[in-house]
């Protein structure tokens, strides 16, 4: 609780500085605008609890690692191992999926993010091609699916007429190069970029290459109506250290996991998004976006016990109208909505050779398996926002959805099989109510439910047939909360209250190196409170700081859970930190110069369901200073330089949650952080 302390005393010093600071020139803070497909328009207006990261502060850092930037949201936590290997939990939820993210939706602009298999992956995308993330906490947004843990809105960047080039350096062979281009003309728009990111990586086996190339744009550009256009291709390989042991964690966290070593294991793929949307006014009070969209994934991943082997091609299509009308006095805001979406799924394992390879990694051997398996998700939505006066508002929306999947057991032949299954179908309602004293002030209360698919290996048995007794994991969500404007919109606060219970839970049981299987058995509770404040004190015509501080104060744990003979109900959810707080200041001048300086706290992680395993609580300090300088007129140059874990914290940046031991050897909870580390960036920019 020291740190949550530390958070009041901060915002109680910004607010004496902001009292005796009241003769001087203020730069206010901006309204936070939203995604166009909210009802709402801005975050104030929003009875929701959303994170917003800023252009600025995805960038504050290596402008390569997602995971530093996403940490700053209060109840958002991002593990990451290695880049590639990553686990986002919003207020808990998804904390226990072994590998990835899932119960929680993504979006690039229009274009799906979240896979069939429930899967979400953003690591991918490069931060500089990145204007804004929006993250929506908990089951609050109707229009895009009402994921359990939330959604995560990602606005492509539009460049203008420019082109730029950056490149960083650091330590342990990180290079990243950037170059792109952007024409913006009365018609329509093109942006271009491409990115290369590779590092040698700090542990065995943990080298990393990156590469992609981004075309974004607007064609047939009208008063009325545009076409938006969208693609991006990513080729990736990162070798694979796995995790490890207390012992080798806290002793030589260099090393990889013997056998991901000797194997020399690594994921490769390719993936390609693309996307069209037709934006047009049907008239006055009717507008409509109608996309269409692609997302394809050939995944090549040789581990020591096999060799994996994914295909991926999911496409859909969305639709979605919104206008207005008055009913006497009120002003009534709507949108509604179709999305259909289709996902094409192939799966093989093939023997691992490596053993007999003389030491130079994977070989393929036989096939082992090959599934087929097929998902169509049909999602209806509809919100409504009623202004019923200056100061309250209503606000309803409705999801339904419908999935249904079928399976086809191809290889071995003996066990030859085709299924077809569907869920019951799903309705998601969410209601709020807004009351706002003035305009700089809003109180919200608000009640939603939401739901979570199964992923493929948790519709399956054992023997690979389909499970029909799994359900989908499904909640419901209560939050009050207020967004306040202080100081002549200097400090900006936001703080929350949630309870949620989560029926139906799902357990990843597994049994066998890697292979699970799902149950539902029983559920969670997810309360907590999140604080934020951002504030802009101007010191005089020169300086400027801007102190920032978040804080999740959290308790997760499992209200009924039997998982066989273990009766784990009462005990702390695993995987998720109870506690975190996120701190920083940057100075900022006129002239060009800058520094920053982040703190985050992330509490003890119980690692295992019996809550007889923790991993340690944990403090990473960072540090970067900077220096942006016109060179001549239209030109200009940013050059920086940053220190990363300045105090060299022995950390796990990620942990394996429930790890089974086998033979002799002990279960490989931990995924070790990144020691100190250095960079350097330098940029070119060229406005025409």
């Keep these: 609780m020291k740190k949550i302390y530390l958070l ?88 226990r999926t072994p590998y990835g993210t899932n119960k929680i939706r993504a979006f690039y602009g229009s274009i799906p993010l979240t896979s069939g298999n429930s899967e979400t992956t953003i690591e991918d995308i490069d931060l500089e091609n990145i204007n804004q993330i929006e993250i929506i906490k908990g089951p609050l947004s109707s229009i895009y699916g009402a994921g359990l843990g939330g959604a995560i809105l990602i606005s492509p960047k539009t460049a203008g007429n420019s082109s730029s080039i950056s490149t960083t ?3 342990y062979g990180l290079m990243k190069n950037t170059i792109s281009y952007g024409l913006d003309t009365k018609n329509g728009s093109l942006n271009l970029s491409y990115h290369k990111l590779e590092t040698d990586g700090w542990r065995e086996n943990s080298a990393y290459n990156r590469e992609g190339i981004t075309l974004a744009g607007e064609l047939f550009r ?31 966290p260099k090393a990889g996991a013997p056998t991901w070593v000797a194997s020399k294991g690594f994921k490769e793929y390719k ?41 991926t091609f999911a496409s859909g299509a969305r639709t979605q109208f919104s206008g207005n009308f008055s009913i006497g006095k009120m002003k009534t805001l709507w949108n509604a909505g179709l999305e259909y979406f289709r996902d094409d799924f192939v799966g093989r394992t093939i023997e691992n050779l490596y053993e007999k390879n003389n030491g130079n990694g994977s070989l393929e051997g036989n096939k082992l398996t090959e599934t087929n398996q097929d998902r169509d998700f049909y999602n209806a939505f509809a919100q409504l926002r009623i202004l019923l006066s200056k100061k309250f508002e209503f606000q309803a929306g409705l999801n339904f959805n419908k999935t249904k999947f079928q ?20 309705w998601s309602p969410q209601v709020s109510f807004l009351f706002k004293p003035n305009n700089f002030q809003t109180i919200y209360i608000s009640a939603s439910r939401g739901f979570s698919l199964p992923s493929i290996e948790e519709t399956l048995t054992e023997n690979g047939t389909i499970n029909p007794n799994i359900k989908p994991e499904s909640g419901y969500n209560f939050e009050i909360g207020g967004k306040f404007y202080f100081f002549n919109r200097n400090l900006y606060t936001e703080i929350s209250a949630y309870r949620m219970q989560i029926s139906d839970l799902l357990v990843a049981q597994r049994v066998g ?22 504030y802009n004190l101007v010191l005089n015509k020169t300086f400027s700081l801007n102190p920032f501080a978040t804080a999740s104060i959290g308790k997760y744990e499992f209200k009924e859970f039997i998982d066989r003979e273990n009766n784990f109900s009462g005990n702390k959810l695993t995987g998720v930190p109870a506690n975190k707080v996120n701190a920083g200041i940057s100075l900022n001048t006129d002239f060009g110069f800058y520094f920053s300086a982040d703190y985050q706290f992330v509490d003890e992680i119980p690692l295992n369901d019996a809550n007889s395993v923790y ?29 990363n874990n300045v105090t060299d914290e022995n950390y796990a940046s990620m942990v394996l949650v429930n790890a089974t031991a086998f033979g002799n050897a002990t279960p490989r909870f931990y995924y070790p952080g990144l020691p100190v580390n250095y960079y350097g960036n330098l940029s070119f920019n060229y406005l025409f």
């Design 8 to 95: 009041f005393i901060l915002l109680f010093a910004l607010k004496v500085s902001a009292q005796t600071d009241s003769i001087q020139k203020r730069r206010n803070l901006n309204e936070v605008l939203i995604s166009s497909f909210h009802i709402n328009d801005s975050l104030q207006n929003a009875p929701a609890s959303i994170g917003i990261l800023s252009k600025k502060e995805l960038q504050a850092n290596n402008s390569t690692d997602i995971s530093i930037a996403m940490n700053r949201i209060a109840g958002v936590y991002m593990q990451s191992a290695n880049i590639t290997t990553n686990r986002i939990s919003i207020r808990g939820i998804g904390a």
């Design 169 to 171: 350096h650091g330590s």
């Design 222 to 252: 009208k008063k009325n109506s545009k076409l938006t256009y969208f693609s991006n291709y990513t080729y990736l390989k990162a070798y694979i250290p796995s995790s490890t042991n207390k012992e080798t964690f806290e002793n030589n």
């Design 271 to 311: 993936s390609v998004l693309a996307g069209l949307a037709y934006d047009f006014k049907i008239s006055e009070n009717i507008s409509n976006s109608t996309s269409i969209f692609v997302n394809y994934k050939d995944n090549n991943e040789p581990r020591p016990f096999d060799i994996l082997r994914q295909y």
């Design 407 to 426: 399976l086809d057991n191809i290889f071995p032949s003996e066990n030859a099989s085709s299924e077809s299954y569907s869920y019951d179908a799903i």
């Design 513 to 534: 190196d890697d292979q699970y299987v799902g149950i539902n058995a029983g559920k969670t509770l997810h309360q907590g409170i999140e604080l934020s404040a951002n």
């Design 615 to 643: 991993s340690d609580a944990y403090r990473l300090l960072n540090l970067k200073t900077g220096y942006r300088f016109q060179i001549f007129e239209n030109f200009t140059s940013h050059i920086s330089a940053g220190i």
